[in-house]
């Protein structure tokens, strides 16, 4: 863990019209991992604004992520609440890791019709095999729009079954934290 005296202070986007429509929304704070270049090493929660209720008015797309919101909160019950108190809100997009999210459904979870889009982090090779097992065993949980990413940290973990439910892309490790250019990030 980094310490806080060596930790940046997070440079946040300014909310605009090109960053208002899309909040990146971190519900909880709480992971059962401990990946060697999680952004949330890199800053104090108390650096990142609470989302406010205009905030909400404005945007047209909320990112559920966390931590690990499937362990450690509810985001069936959050995209519901988010969608009936603001009906400018069309998608609420999840992010997970796949063996996280596999365990969810194993637990008899399905988020099919309340979330609108997965963004999956693959990341070790236990991931890998919980993808492609939720790809398999669980596809008629997945949400059914074109939203659906998984995210792949090494090559050699790139999964072998997709069935076009899933755009894979392989990523790197962000040594620092970089909020996406065309959202804000925020904190329930």
């Known amino acids: 863990m980094i310490s806080k005296k060596t930790r940046k202070a997070i ?5 605009n019209e090109k960053t208002k429509g899309v909040i990146h929304l971190m519900v909880t704070s709480l992971c059962n991992r401990h990946c060697k270049y999680c952004c949330n090493r890199f800053y104090s929660l108390d650096d990142v604004p609470q989302v406010t209720d205009e905030e909400l008015k404005e945007a047209h797309t909320v990112c559920i992520t966390g931590g690990e919101p499937v362990v450690y909160s509810n985001p069936v019950a959050i995209a519901e609440w988010l969608k009936e108190h603001y009906s400018n809100i069309k998608r609420v997009i999840l992010y997970a890791n796949a063996e996280e999210l596999y365990e969810y459904f194993e637990d008899g979870h399905s988020i ?6 997965l963004s999956v982090s693959v990341k070790t090779i236990d991931d890998k095999f919980a993808f492609e097992d939720i790809v398999e065993k669980y596809w008629y949980k997945l949400p059914t729009s074109k939203n659906n990413r998984c995210y792949v940290f090494n090559k050699k973990l ?3 079954i997709v069935r076009g439910y899933f755009t894979v892309t392989e990523r790197e490790w962000q040594k620092e934290f970089v909020p996406a250019d065309d959202s804000i990030f925020r904190r329930i």
């Open 112 to 117: 099919r019709d309340e979330i609108d889009g």
């Open 11 to 15: 440079q946040l986007n300014d909310r």
């Open 158 to 160: 790139m999964p072998d």
